[in-house]
């Protein structure tokens, strides 16, 4: 028996958007088809995560490579993970919590960005333009059908937001939540493309909020110390509690070391994608564009 998607949005709450999109279990995998796979007034289940998150508009087929920033027609959606909860009448309604793309070992945070969609469309302050597409955005939303338009409205508000600084550091700001896994070097296959001034500003903003985000920066720390006994600043081996005694004990800075253009909105951070740093080398990586990369601060600093 298959169940019928639907699509809890998150950014709207309490909505509910029908697909006509079914699961089935077939030889022991879950397999989607579609009722209608040629109506085109009708967003499939990729599209319709991407537009309702204001992410570009994914590919269909992999061309071999991504560009990053995400542009439109950019990138391929590789996964989308959903929490589900089986309802009456075969319904499965799907909660976004996780996306990832072709040819990138990293996450975006479905869950945290959506919810900042919400808190966004409750800006005080809008521009009177972005008001009127959000208004159309949660009546297409609320009404419950996933209509090809939503797309082009999504399109317009995210290109709006991001032409004000702030408005985009509360859309794109890198995720609180973060995992422990090994370094994954990524694909030659991914292009980066040049950084305007305001997107190296606003990537610069994001860069700085994974340094120091406590939650992050705990966990890394506590990570380290388990496997070394105690922290000291990885390049140069400086530790604050040797020199300060009491006073330095704990004490260490948090560093990321993927470059600004290569992070994807909303990511969720790898312990192992970060490095603890003293003062004098954290600064020293950021004094200049672009950021230096963990083994050209060694070479300076051992030559």
């Known amino acids: 028996?298959?169940?019928n998607l639907l699509v809890a949005p998150i950014s709207v709450p309490?909505?509910?958007?029908?697909?006509?999109?079914?699961?089935?279990?077939?030889?022991?995998?879950?397999?989607?088809?579609?009722?209608?796979?040629?109506?085109?007034s009708i967003l499939n289940v990729p599209p319709l995560i991407a537009a309702l998150a204001l992410l570009p508009d994914p590919m269909r087929e992999d061309k071999g490579g991504l560009v990053l920033p995400l542009r439109d027609k950019g990138y391929v959606i590789r996964t989308i993970t959903f929490e589900v909860q089986f309802g009456k009448n075969d319904r499965a309604i799907c909660t976004p919590l996780r996306l990832k793309v072709l040819h990138d070992n990293n996450e975006i945070d479905l869950t945290e960005r959506l919810t900042r969609v919400a808190t966004l469309f409750g800006t005080a302050g809008l521009p009177e333009a972005v008001k009127k597409d959000v208004d159309r955005y949660v009546q297409i939303v609320s009404?419950?059908?996933?209509?090809?338009?939503?797309?082009?409205?999504?399109?317009?508000?995210?290109?709006?937001?991001?032409?004000?600084?702030?408005?985009?550091?509360?859309?794109?700001?890198?995720?609180e939540n973060f995992v422990i896994q090994d370094v994954q070097e990524p694909p030659e296959t991914i292009t980066l493309s040049?950084?305007?001034?305001?997107?190296?500003?606003?990537?610069?903003?994001?860069?700085?909020r994974i340094d120091r985000s406590s939650k992050i920066r705990g966990a890394k720390i506590e990570l380290f110390t388990?496997?070394?006994?105690?922290?000291?600043?990885e390049n140069c081996a400086f530790s604050?509690?040797?020199?300060?005694?009491?006073?330095?004990?704990?004490?260490?800075?948090v560093h990321h070391v993927q470059p600004l253009a290569a992070l994807l909105p909303n990511v969720v951070t790898r312990l192992s994608d970060l490095m603890l740093l003293c003062s004098n080398c954290h600064r020293m990586v950021h004094r200049?564009?672009?950021?230096?990369?963990?083994?050209?601060?060694?070479?300076?600093?051992?030559?």
Do not use: Q
């Open 1 to 3: 028996m298959g169940r």
């Open 14 to 40: 309490g909505a509910l958007l029908t697909t006509d999109v079914w699961g089935r279990m077939r030889d022991g995998k879950p397999r989607l088809r579609r009722d209608h796979p040629n109506n085109h």
């Open 143 to 175: 009404e419950g059908v996933p209509r090809a338009e939503l797309k082009d409205i999504s399109a317009r508000i995210a290109k709006r937001i991001n032409s004000t600084i702030e408005l985009s550091e509360m859309l794109e700001a890198p995720s």
């Open 194 to 208: 040049k950084l305007t001034a305001d997107e190296t500003k606003k990537r610069l903003v994001s860069h700085f």
């Open 226 to 233: 388990k496997t070394n006994g105690t922290i000291y600043c």
């Open 240 to 253: 604050f509690e040797k020199k300060y005694g009491a006073r330095g004990k704990g004490f260490i800075e």
């Open 288 to 303: 200049k564009a672009p950021l230096l990369m963990p083994a050209d601060l060694k070479a300076i600093t051992a030559a």
